[in-house]
């Protein structure tokens, strides 16, 4: 081989090197871009995903921070008055944007027990022996035996039992929390002077069919506004006629009868005057009452009087026979001790005037509470046109309990207390 084609063949190998650089840089530039756009492809794919998730999470998932806290304050009647009331702070109380109230607040306000079983934790009233379990961090409920769901888990944390504030509402007679917006607090406190009592959840359909029957009720019609089912066993009594007497001048009460279980209303007129009681049936049938009438937009409808003493009837009777001038005289606006229905502990003069007067019969309040009274197991006592039967003026503001099946007859069939009475003997 000369000089020559060594020349040319050195020459061809360095193209072709070169030409192979080239190629191989060619494949790298495009493997860069693949991995280039790969890369871009899967940030772009987990961005859109995190924008998704962050979305889902907005619209399906309550975050605690964008909920107004609000704090619970335990409003105890027994404690001393230089004692603060029992503050809980908002950020300890809110569990997945609900408000809970831990059952340590109702302590404050009546006795209770608390037992731990594993998972299930329980609470009993010393006094009632009514309990309630719970089956820790899920719905589960039992109420006095009968298996509830709540509307958000139970909670137990640091041996405190949290409930949803719904829970309390919903099972605990007596039980008020009033909010305030402008304080961001709720207010707890207890509507009777007796310790809270638990009540009995409302059998399911089936059940309350046959008891219906039983107890001749057509509750079926009842279509409340509210969830009353707390107090369906007070304004439903089981002893049908246990509160269905009369009391007048024909029958009165003895000198010494004072019923056994008056318990103090919430509904006594904020004006200074005492609490005004009345026997537990009867004040917590009142309490479904007035509660369901302020639903249904009937406002400021307080009682004024119930229970009377004999003593004190004595007194008011004495004060209008001064006014008066005469014990006859006198009988006709105040009945005296013993004939009057005040003794008995079942009645109650409500309205929402300054002073009792026949003009609130016609109100849209008075004629409301009128008409439905008997739901609640009320009767309107001296209705206009039967004066001359009971012999008492018109007072569209005094109402009588005798219970929700008697009252409904009386309802049904037209008749006041001393008809009915008699129609039902005959
Ligand atoms: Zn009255």
Wanted: hydrophobic share 35%; charged share 25%; with cysteine.
């Amino acid at each position: 081989m000369d000089s020559k084609q060594q020349q040319r063949s050195a020459e061809a190998q360095r193209r072709l090197a070169r030409q192979r650089a080239l190629k191989r840089k060619k494949i790298a530039k495009r493997r860069r871009m693949i991995r280039f756009f790969i890369i871009f492809a899967v940030i772009y794919v987990v961005l859109m995903m995190a924008v998704a998730v962050g979305i889902f999470i907005n619209l399906h998932i309550k975050s605690d921070d964008n909920v107004e806290k609000y704090d619970v304050e335990v409003s105890n009647p027994n404690k001393d008055e230089d004692e603060d009331n029992t503050v809980y702070s908002g950020d300890d109380v809110y569990f997945d944007s609900e408000l809970y109230i831990p059952f340590e607040a109702i302590g404050e306000l009546s006795d209770y027990t608390l037992t731990k079983d594993g998972d299930v934790v329980g609470i009993v009233f010393r006094e009632s022996g009514e309990y309630a379990k719970f089956t820790v961090d899920t719905l589960k409920a039992n109420v006095n035996g009968n298996e509830v769901e709540l509307s958000s888990n139970s909670k137990f944390i640091d041996g405190k039992l949290y409930l949803p504030i719904e829970f309390y509402e919903t099972h605990l007679i007596g039980f008020t929390a009033t909010k305030n917006d402008e304080e961001m607090k709720y207010t707890v406190s207890r509507s009777t002077d007796e310790p809270y009592e638990f009540l009995l959840k409302k059998p399911s359909s089936t059940d309350t069919q046959s008891e219906q029957t039983a107890n001749g009720t057509t509750e079926a019609h009842l279509d409340f506004t509210l969830d009353l089912s707390a107090y369906e066993q007070y304004m439903n009594p089981e002893n049908r006629d246990e509160y269905l007497f009369l009391v007048n001048a024909e029958n009165p009460l003895d000198e010494n009868y004072v019923p056994d279980d008056l318990l103090g209303s919430i509904y006594t007129r904020d004006d200074g005057r005492a609490t005004q009681k009345l026997r537990k049936y009867a004040c917590f049938a009142l309490e479904a009452f007035l509660k369901e009438a302020e639903a249904c937009g009937i406002d400021g409808v307080t009682v004024t009087s119930a229970y009377r003493s004999y003593e004190y009837q004595s007194q008011l009777f004495q004060n209008e026979i001064s006014i008066t001038g005469s014990e006859e005289e006198a009988a006709k606006n105040v009945n005296p001790p013993g004939i009057s229905e005040h003794q008995s502990g079942l009645c109650i003069d409500m309205h929402n005037l300054p002073a009792a007067s026949t003009a609130f019969g016609g109100t849209v309040e008075g004629d409301w509470l009128e008409e439905n009274a008997h739901k609640f197991g009320y009767i309107l006592r001296y209705p206009k046109n039967k004066v001359s039967i009971t012999g008492i003026n018109y007072e569209p503001w005094h109402f009588r309990y005798v219970g929700r099946y008697h009252a409904t007859k009386m309802h049904e069939l037209g008749m006041c207390l001393e008809e009915y009475i008699e129609y039902i003997n005959k």
